[in-house]
């Protein structure tokens, strides 16, 4: 591990200042408000007693995600996906990246016929929006089934939770394996991964790309070993914004 | 004018708590983070240079207004509209509303060929969203034009902001007209009216509908006078916020 | 009011010649064909008994319209809106104003569970489409109510129609306020205006817009003014239409 | 040939009541509003000099048509195409239809680079909908093709139309051959067929399809007698429109 | 006829060498890769225990098709329509024919409530692609059935296929009538002409357009036999497939 | 690694049967028709000489591809997207792995102003769709490239290729990781991982799910070294196809 200086002044292993605030809707079930740096995430989770007809008396839940930036959340102007009257290939695939990670720390019978819909809306973006999603999104679930229990839609005992989940990208720039990368760094790395870590540090996603040269599987390895560390400081985070 | 409280404590004519936080953004040319109360809208300017094909080369810059709505702003979650992949007819009227609100204080001469895109999108709905929006956007285009000017690409004697402007919705409640309503007021009004009034106190728009029993002359200038003064007082807090 | 004439010949408080024909469709079961000057609106409404799943055993009916513009209706061609895949802002904004004007006067529990759609063609253009269409989709609305009537869809004592509604355009054309602007002179006006009334004379809707210069209080009394008389007429052709 | 009388009264070899009203629209550079019976297409022509991008500098012209229904224009209300945000397939069949058909009596070269569109608009339907659009938009074309040599995007002595062309219905029911089918022939018939005829006698289109039993060559050597006759009559009224 | 040699060979009345792959895909019910000659054309049949809602309790089944092309099935590629968000007017009509000619050899009251969607993927194209479509259609719907048959969905004595159905093009080059259009034959076609016929030997559509000049009664007559003489060949190579 | 047996019989680190048929298609100007037991992808390379607008005059190529699966790849049958209207998420997502992977063996300035669309067509799906259509795009890109270099459209010393790519799944299913998983292996297995990785043995993606348990680096490794073999296997394959 390097410890040169990045532009932002950080450390090769060191997160952005990460804050998630809590119950930032007055209407969501649960939500969060979660900033990795400049990268601002608004996180509201939905909750619906019942779930998708196709799921219908099977005695199990649905958590599903979806996932939007605002048109200028970026430095220049994108056109609204509702006026070009279709939803883009990269929003589709993190919407589908967000809901795998949140389901892979739900048991769905636990949560019984309920359904959860996590949007995660990008309020202002600077690389990492769907990491900063998954651990913003962790937290609004969480507040989710808790309004589900208390409201008697969960069973008191029932566990629907059997982890938490947060995500970091990580990527090698200049040969040097580094966190957290801000939109800057993003452009400029070879390689490119975001994995998605339990609480108990387990994998749920490991995808990386090579986005200039291919990498090899010590790269791999430097990569993986950052992320899981980034990933426990999240969960830290995560731990003392529901506590 | 009546002096009975309303539920939120508020008499007949007074606005809800109104806080417009400048430079929200930090990619936007200008920005602003607007509440009406628990409406909360966040407008981003986009500067370009440059205009439209079909107007090039008359010497006139553009301005326009996209309206949206986050999927869980409101107290039930709506589905995208990207994902339905059409713009529902009420976000249309809205967009184009804001924009001939724009319009009405822009000398597109004196802008230039340039254009600026107002993006209003809603993180949480409590009635008044689209008054809310304009009064929003006006600081955001304020200040994009600030940037253009900095940027030399408005001219620096030019004045393309020949006035400003804010709007504010009035309401007949059980017989009484009412400034600035909040949802839980709105679903009750017999009649629901929005003006959009510049600094100097005329007219851009005033769109009045009979959601119950239609109005006659007396009840509309009772409206129209409430809207009046409470864009009087939104001027005051754009004008502090710009100073 | 001045007595200045126009470039067709009408005074400044003169209607267009209208004309409705009624049950121009073999089709529908209330239709009629409007002409307000070169203005041709063809209305038909089509009465179905029952409601939208939404509505279903609330004991009330629902009024809706949609308005279109056939491609060559105007002086250059438009593309279609199937074509284009989707309906634009104006369509959407006009057929949403056309149906709030009509049920402002139904009384949909009087209607019971029953669906009246108003679908208002444009097939030629020249200004005022969607205040002919407002006054024509009376006619057609009436005489679907009867039709109703006539099969025991609506009892026979019930009385939907609570009052008459009928629309006209105004505008303030160099400083002079002016009842049912044609095209040429809906282009040129500072300031325009759509006003729907009912029969008694109370309003619906009043939806002022400056195009140009913002209107003050006097200018906005002096449009209201042309606009209820005009209505007024539009009144009493409609009477006799259906007498 | 049988001479038992149908529904309407009409012999089996006789065409309904046909009337083509040239001009129809003040803004159309060429327009007809055409009856078969209570079958009423609205057409117009748009003119327009240049051509579409991908036929620039080839020294041709080109003619196009767009067929559409309105939502009532049937017995029972059918939803809009523009609502629906896709053009369905029997409608785009029909504009191709009447655009080859078109076509088929136009020198491309002759007409030189101008671009004509045909709009067939059926303002209410009662069988036979696509061949009196044929009939009527060619009424259409031939006085758009006028108005282009009055304002010399024609040349003089160019002769642009080289026939006329006309269409007509034709089916089997009850084993009898008949012409011009009304809608409750239309979906009583075994065989339906439309023929597209030029002035002169030749076929353009011949589509003939079996509803019920397939058919031998017999009965359509029968029907194909029937419809050319027909188109003969067509023809001749086309002529008598336009003189 | 002609026996002038074609570009590949053939004499005027002479099909390209025509394969049925059948049971080309191991999960369909029914399946055919069919060939004439460079045109290959994936025909797949799904059956459906069931009906549409609108055919529920009716005592019928129903039969449809879906055509498509790969991008690059044509010389040059095409964009897709999936991404293009519309279906083409070409595609809609040509699935339309290909779905009324088999269900001009289906009883579908013997077919019972089941649903068979055929879908006929044009994986290489050179002329004749919907004939071929039809063609190769017919073996994968009668293989269909049979599954159908076996699985109990469709009565041991029901014969649901009242006849076989075949289609090929013919067309009238340099005034020689030609049967199997290959694609360079076919953009040079004056007259260009479907026929789509029964085993007996009837007539289930016939579809003559006249690409350049218009045809006469002699030249109809000329192609109608060599389709009916082509389709009997088609006919032949089906059942020995099916054997 | 373990020896026990598979449904089809093989041992955990064995490939299916993989064939690939090189140029498959009469039109593409590359193309292979890759097999990985019984799922089949047709691809097929589009050379274009000329670049998308915004890469014009930068000296550099453009690689993208295109995944669909027709209808009836699978064992129920999928509505087509071009009919929905839209692209699912899920052919999104592999479309974007497909460019991804073939553009990270491509030096796009060797590869010059010119364009490569590869449209993979998944013919019959059996699981590993997306690694086949990749191992099979390799080939089909490298003949377009050849072709280009033939037409003059590449230089002739310019190396566009600048190493070989495959694709394969692993997973593990029981605890034992797997290569290659079949359907019935890849519904059933805990975590699913595709691997790209190039012909000298570097990773251009690993992307791992858990699909059940979270999973750690023991077992992450083992499916790492599984898929980085199978890669050895495909890349000598790909080889013996392009001798």
Redesign the interface.
């Known amino acids: 591990m390097t410890d040169s200086l990045r532009a932002d002044g950080r450390t090769a292993d060191q997160l952005r200042t990460v804050t998630i605030e809590r119950g930032w809707?007055?209407?969501?079930e649960g939500?969060a408000l979660v900033s990795f740096g400049?990268t601002k995430v608004?996180c509201?989770a939905?909750f619906?007693n019942g779930v998708p007809r196709w799921l219908t008396g099977k005695g199990k839940g649905w958590v599903t995600a979806?996932y939007?930036m605002?048109?200028?959340?970026?430095?220049?102007?994108n056109d609204?996906?509702?006026?070009?009257?279709?939803?883009?290939?990269?929003?589709?695939?993190i919407?589908?990246l967000i809901g795998?990670a949140l389901r892979?720390v739900v048991d769905t019978k636990a949560l019984g016929e309920n359904t959860i819909?996590i949007?995660c809306?990008v309020?202002?973006?600077?690389g990492g929006t769907r990491t900063a999603a998954i651990t913003g999104a962790y937290v609004a679930l969480a507040d989710a089934i808790e309004w589900g229990r208390s409201q008697k839609f969960i069973a008191q005992r029932a566990t629907p939770l059997v982890?938490s989940v947060s995500a970091v990208s990580v990527g090698i720039i200049d040969g040097t394996p580094m966190l957290d990368l801000a939109y800057v760094e993003d452009v400029r790395a070879e390689t490119d991964?975001n994995v998605v870590v339990?609480g108990?540090g387990?994998?749920?996603?490991?995808?990386?790309?090579?986005e200039g040269?291919?990498?090899?599987?010590r790269e791999?390895d430097a990569l993986?070993e950052l992320g899981v560390n980034g990933c426990a400081e999240l969960r830290d985070i995560q731990a003392a914004t529901l506590a």
Chains 1, 2, 3, 4, 5, 6 share one sequence.
């Open positions: 809707s007055a209407h969501a939500s400049g608004l509201t939905s619906t979806e939007a605002l048109p200028r959340a970026t430095n220049s102007r609204r996906e509702s006026i070009k009257g279709k939803v883009g290939g990269r929003t589709h695939e919407s589908r795998r892979a819909v949007d809306d309020l202002q973006a600077d982890d991964m339990t108990r387990l994998f749920v996603e490991v995808q990386g790309t090579a040269a291919p990498f090899d599987k791999l993986l």
